[in-house]
C-alpha cells in the first residue's frame, strides 16, 4: 500500500475536478487528482461536443432535404452515409478529446492518482486497494451517471445510454429514446434527421425542462410535426428478442402498441456519481436520497473540509457551472477553513434542437404568483424567422410589474441559443425592460421578435403609478 500526504484530494478529473486542480495549484498549495475511468472528460468524450457533431450532420441532411420551398430543387435522393457520418463525429470528438488529454499530460506525474476514491473518514481517502491519502481537504468532482431503472437491464447490449452512441460505427434503423429531456429530444431529433425511425417517449407532460407551458405547447408542435414524440405514455413491457427489443407502450389515452426496434436509449434522467463515495465514513450529513448537504455559494459540505462541484451535487448540470464549480471549490478548498461565496453567474440554459430551447434568469415555474408582466413573441410571423423558413416557436419574457427589471425567459426558436445568451447578459446586469429597449436592434434580424415580447411587456409596466397608489392608500 503506497501512504500519500497532500494538502488537498480531488476526486475526478473532468471539467470540475480539473478546474478545482487549477485553483489549488494556483493558491500555492499542494493537490492529487484522482481518476478511476478515462481522461478526456465527459463534456469532450460522450456529452457536449460528440452531440453537437452529431447535430451538425443532422442539420446537415435536414437543410439537403428541405431546399424545395426556396425554389431550389436537389435532384434525386439525399443519401447519409451513416458509418462516414459517425466517422467524422469520432474523429472531431478525439481531437476534443486530444485538448484535454494534452493538458492532462501537462501535469506533474505525482499529482495523478489513477483509480477510485473513496473514504475512510473526512481526510483519509482509499483509492482501489493500491494508496491511502492522507489529505487536509477533498473535492468531490465525480460527475453524474444516466439513470438506468432495474426492468429494463434484461434488454442487455440493446440497452444504451448517450456515452454508447458515440461509439457506434454506423447508423442503426430504429430507436426507441425513453425520456423528452435535454439528451433524448437533442439525440432523437438528430438520429431522426439522419433517416433513423425514432419513437421519443416520455412518461409526464415534461419536455426539454420547459416549465412555461406556451413555450413548451410551442416546442412540442414543432418537434411533432418532424418526428415521433409522445407525452404522457406508458412503457407496459420491453423484452430483448434476437438482437431487436421488442416494446410494448400506452399512449396518453390508454391505447396499446407494440413496436421493434434495434436499441432501446435510455435518456431518463442522470444522478450525481455519489455511491461508491462511503460517504458514510465521513461526518456528512446526507439527505433521505442520499445526497448531502451543501452550501451552493461555497461549495462546502456542512462545515466539513469536503467541497462538491459539478454534475455530482446534481443542481446545474451544465459544463460552464462545472468549471465554475470546480474554481470555487478549489479555491475554498485551499483557503479553508476561511470559506468564502463565489461568483456564480445568470442562470442559462441552451437544447441543441430544431428549434432550439432555451432558459434563462427565472424560470416560469419560479415566478411570484402576483406583479409579474408577460411579452411574448410567436415566430411563426416573425419577419426573419420567416425569410429563412425557421418560423416555428415561441419567446416569452418575465418582468417585474413595478419596477420593471428583467426577471427572465423561456423560448423555443430561431437563433435561440444567441438571444438567450443577451438576455442572460441583461439578468446578470440586473437590467430592466425599458432599458433592455433602448439598446439597438438591427433589422431584419430575429432579435426583433425579442423586442416584440420587451414591449408588449413594457406597455403594461405600472412603473409610475405604483408610488402615486402606495401614497393614496397609505
Ligand atoms: C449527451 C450530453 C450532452 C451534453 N451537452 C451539453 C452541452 O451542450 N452544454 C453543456 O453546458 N453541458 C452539456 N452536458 C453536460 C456536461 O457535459 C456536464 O455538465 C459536465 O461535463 C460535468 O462535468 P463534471 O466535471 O462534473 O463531470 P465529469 O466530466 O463526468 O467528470 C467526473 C469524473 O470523475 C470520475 N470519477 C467518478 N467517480 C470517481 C471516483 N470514485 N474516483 C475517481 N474518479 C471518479 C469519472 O470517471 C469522471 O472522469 C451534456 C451532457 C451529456 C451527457
Ligand atoms: N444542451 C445542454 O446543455 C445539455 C445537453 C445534454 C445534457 N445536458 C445536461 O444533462 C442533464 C441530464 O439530461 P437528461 O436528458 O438525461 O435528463 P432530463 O432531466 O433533462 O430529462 C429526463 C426526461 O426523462 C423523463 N423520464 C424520466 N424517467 C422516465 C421513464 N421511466 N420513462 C419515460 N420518461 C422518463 C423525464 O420526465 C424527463 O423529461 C440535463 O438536465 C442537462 O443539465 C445538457
Known amino acids: 500500500m503506497k501512504n500519500l500526504k497532500v494538502d488537498v484530494a480531488i476526486i475526478g478529473a473532468g471539467t470540475a475536478g480539473l478546474g478545482a486542480y487549477r485553483a489549488v495549484k494556483a493558491a500555492g498549495l499542494g493537490a492529487v487528482i484522482i481518476e478511476g475511468g478515462p481522461y478526456g472528460t465527459t463534456c469532450a468524450r460522450v456529452g457536449c461536443m460528440p452531440s453537437k457533431l452529431l447535430i451538425a450532420a443532422a442539420e446537415a441532411a435536414h437543410s439537403a432535404a428541405h431546399t424545395a420551398p426556396f425554389g431550389v430543387h436537389v435532384e434525386g ?5 451513416g458509418a462516414e457520418v459517425m466517422d467524422r463525429v469520432k474523429r472531431e470528438r478525439d481531437r476534443f478529446v486530444g485538448f484535454v488529454l494534452d493538458s492532462v499530460d ?16 473526512d481526510t483519509t481517502l482509499q483509492v482501489d486497494d493500491h494508496t491511502r491519502i492522507e489529505a487536509s481537504r477533498v473535492v468531490i468532482a465525480t460527475g453524474s451517471t444516466p439513470v438506468v431503472p432495474d426492468s429494463y437491464k434484461a434488454l442487455g447490449d440493446r440497452l444504451i445510454v448517450n456515452d454508447d452512441v458515440f461509439y457506434w460505427d454506423d447508423l442503426p434503423r430504429r430507436v426507441l429514446v425513453v425520456g423528452p429531456g435535454v439528451i433524448g429530444l437533442e439525440l432523437g431529433q438528430a438520429l431522426a434527421r439522419l433517416g433513423v425511425h425514432v419513437r421519443l417517449l416520455g412518461r409526464s407532460a415534461s419536455l426539454g425542462g420547459l416549465s412555461d407551458p ?39 389515452d390508454g391505447r396499446e402498441s407494440l413496436e421493434r426496434f434495434d436499441y432501446l436509449l435510455m435518456a431518463a434522467g442522470r444522478r450525481p456519481n455519489l455511491d461508491h463515495l462511503q460517504l458514510e465514513n465521513t ?10 448537504h451543501f452550501d451552493r455559494r461555497t461549495l462546502q459540505l456542512g462545515a466539513s473540509p469536503i467541497f462538491i462541484a459539478g454534475d455530482v451535487d446534481g443542481e446545474l448540470l451544465f459544463l460552464h457551472e462545472a468549471a465554475d464549480e470546480g474554481r470555487i471549490a478549489g479555491e475554498n478548498a485551499a483557503r479553508y477553513p476561511k470559506v468564502q461565496p463565489g461568483r456564480r453567474r445568470a442562470p442559462l440554459a441552451v437544447v441543441f434542437t430544431d428549434p432550439q430551447i432555451a432558459q434563462v434568469g427565472v424560470h416560469f415555474k419560479g415566478l411570484p404568483t402576483s406583479g409579474v408582466v408577460f411579452g411574448e413573441v410567436d415566430f411563426a410571423n416573425q419577419g426573419r424567422s420567416r425569410v429563412m423558413l425557421k418560423n416555428r416557436g415561441k419567446l416569452r419574457v418575465y418582468a417585474d410589474q413595478y419596477n420593471g427589471r428583467f426577471l427572465g425567459a423561456e423560448m423555443a426558436g430561431p437563433s435561440i441559443e ?29 432579435e426583433e421578435g425579442l423586442r416584440t415580447a420587451l414591449r408588449q411587456a413594457a406597455s403594461q409596466l405600472t412603473l409610475a403609478r405604483e408610488p402615486l397608489q402606495r401614497v393614496k392608500s397609505a
Open 418 to 446: 444567441h438571444i438567450a445568451h443577451l438576455l442572460s447578459w441583461a439578468v446578470q446586469q440586473e437590467m430592466t425592460v425599458p432599458k433592455m429597449l433602448e439598446m439597438p436592434f438591427y433589422h431584419p434580424v430575429v
Open 283 to 292: 461526518s456528512v450529513v446526507l439527505d433521505e436520497t442520499g445526497l448531502p
Open 77 to 81: 435522393p439525399i443519401r447519409v452515409d
Open 214 to 252: 406556451e413555450v413548451k405547447a410551442s416546442a412540442l408542435a414543432a418537434f411533432q410535426a418532424e418526428f415521433s414524440v409522445s407525452l404522457n405514455t406508458r412503457i407496459v413491457s420491453a423484452a430483448r428478442d434476437g438482437d431487436e427489443v421488442e416494446v410494448r407502450w400506452a399512449d396518453a
Open 106 to 121: 501537462g501535469l506533474p506525474q505525482e499529482d495523478k492518482i489513477r483509480g477510485y476514491a473513496r473514504f475512510l473518514s
